[in-house]
């Protein structure tokens, strides 16, 4: 879906008329009326859903109670999932984690110190920090694969250590890696370029509703959930910890910019359709559940 259309759709579903949504985006009486035509099933569907939609905050909450869950997927002997889901493409390799040195700020400080940060400075992150920043918020410690289980164990925590999101880096200025969205692999401590399209750039920054911090930053995180690696042991309560599990990573993100000079902002705005095409990921099954942008001082 074009940019244009997801500006159609919000402010149409927002109720604006069609004089607002023309004022708000810039496109032609004319366009607007050839989209609400070819959208109007789209629209038909989030019509039949908004009722569910207004309650789903406090259903959801409810009814991930242990008290409405069935046997799990894991207990009724449902194969099971792979603990992280390998994308191919060219390697590069990130320094090795052995070898990072960025203890000098103290923890303590480290967290008196850190603030969102959305202004950032022309300096680029060298690839030492990029990797230390890794290390710190996605690197997978340990990996541990039989045919009943497989899991890793990361320097964040993870329900069940499931660890269920997914690492990508829409990088912009760092040292020695050219522009472009990168998949970090978690065990290889590595990563691999997975667009490098001219167009990815300004997809995110635009699915990030345009905010500016997004082109000013050395590099964006966007963590992605596979549910299913969590759901398979616990049900739909699942759902509650994919979000508990990316706010651990992004606190840890943030402490770790401190201590390079760095500063981090996360996001939480951001248009899920576009973020998930952006992404190339069908937005169920694997979904962008939570964006940051870091840069230095
Ligand atoms: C879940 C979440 C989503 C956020 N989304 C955005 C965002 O989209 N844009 C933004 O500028 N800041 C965003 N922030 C940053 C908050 O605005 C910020 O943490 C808050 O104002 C407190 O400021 P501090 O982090 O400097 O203490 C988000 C923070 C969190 C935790």
Redesign the pocket.
């Known amino acids: 879906m074009q940019p244009r259309t997801f500006d159609y759709l919000y402010f149409k579903t927002h109720g604006h008329s069609n004089e607002e949504i023309r004022q708000e985006t810039g496109l032609s009486l004319e366009e607007i009326e050839i989209m609400e035509k070819a959208l109007r099933p789209v629209l038909e569907e989030i019509e039949a859903e908004r009722p569910k939609a207004k309650t789903i905050g406090a259903d959801f909450a409810r009814l991930t109670r242990y008290i409405y869950a069935d046997k799990s997927d894991q207990e009724q002997g449902t194969p099971r999932p792979d603990a992280i889901k390998a994308r191919s493409g060219e390697v590069f390799a990130l320094p090795a984690v052995a070898k990072l040195d960025f203890g000098k700020t103290s923890l303590q400080d480290a967290i008196l110190q850190?603030?969102?940060?959305?202004k950032y400075s022309d300096e680029p992150l060298s690839l030492q920090e990029l990797s230390f920043l890794l290390y710190c918020s996605s690197w997978a410690r340990d990996f541990r694969s039989n045919e009943r289980m497989e899991i890793t164990l990361r320097n964040v925590p993870s329900a069940g250590s499931r660890h269920p999101i997914e690492t990508f880096v829409d990088i912009r200025r760092v040292t020695g890696l050219k522009p472009g969205l990168y998949y970090y692999h978690p065990i290889k401590h590595c990563l691999v370029l997975y667009d490098e399209s001219p167009e990815i750039q300004d997809q995110i920054f635009e699915g990030?509703?345009r905010?500016e911090?997004i082109q000013s930053s050395a590099a964006n995180f966007i963590y992605t959930a596979v549910p299913y690696r969590t759901c398979w042991r616990y049900g739909q309560r699942g759902y509650r910890y994919l979000y508990l599990d990316a706010?651990h990573i992004?606190q840890n993100l943030?402490l770790a910019a401190e201590a390079v000079s760095a500063g981090a902002?996360?996001?939480?705005?951001?248009l899920d359709e576009a973020m998930n095409e952006a992404l190339k990921i069908d937005g169920s099954e694997e979904f962008v559940i939570?964006?940051a942008t870091v840069g230095k001082k």
Not at 114 to 118: D, I
């Open positions: 850190r603030r969102s940060l959305r990030c509703f905010q911090m706010g992004g943030h902002c996360m996001i939480g705005a951001y939570y964006i």
